[in-house]
């Protein structure tokens, strides 16, 4: 069977997919996605979504040129048409919480699966919207400095108290606000022969 590589160092994507029970190896993707920031409001969130995944998944193919390559890509996007960044500081993340509080907003993932050998690709996009309860800066600086979530675009992560800061989740399939949406990844790998099923 043909080799499947997650484009992805992120530990969150990798034990995701290994829910799927589908044998698989993690590559770094050598593909710099912020130097993509300027084509967003062209592109609109799911079209920018799919390209950087794209550019992760397009980066390995040369040196896995008979493999499925899987790339993800996962934007915060609002209030309105603001794109969020992962914060990289406490200060930043603080600051990012505070312009999410009392707001709504969307996650939003492109996710492509790449035939390294044909270059034909199959894609999905999975978008959710969340709402965050109207918290002070006490509540979401104590947050901050205590689970660190300085890799999440948005400063929370859903799987751990960061769930405590929202009012209201809508959302088909919850591992797409992790990172991953594991119902289309498998739609995606079904197609492609990689998992049973129709």
Request: proline share 5%; aromatic share 8%.
């Amino acid at each position: 069977m043909r080799n499947l590589v997650l484009a992805s160092t992120s530990r969150y994507r990798r034990e995701l997919l290994q829910r799927l029970d589908v044998p698989f190896f993690t590559a770094a993707p050598a593909y710099d996605e912020r130097a993509e920031d300027a084509r967003f409001g062209e592109l609109g969130a799911p079209e920018f979504a799919l390209r950087l995944a794209l550019g992760k998944a397009e980066s390995l193919r040369s040196a896995n040129s008979d493999a499925w390559i899987l790339g993800a890509d996962q934007v915060a996007v609002g209030p309105g048409p603001e794109l969020l960044h992962k914060p990289g500081t406490e200060d930043q993340a603080i600051a990012q919480l505070m312009r999410l509080s009392g707001a709504t907003f969307q996650l939003v993932t492109g996710v492509v699966l790449l035939d390294a050998a044909s270059g034909a690709s199959d894609t999905a996009v999975d978008v959710q919207t969340l709402t965050m309860r109207a918290y002070g800066e006490d509540e979401a600086a104590a947050y901050v400095r205590r689970y660190q979530p300085l890799d999440c675009a948005g400063s929370f992560r859903i799987e751990d108290a960061g769930i405590k800061l929202f009012a209201r989740i809508d959302s088909g399939d919850f591992t797409g606000i992790i990172g991953l949406p594991l119902l289309a990844v498998a739609r995606l790998l079904r197609t492609a022969g990689l998992l049973p099923g129709p």
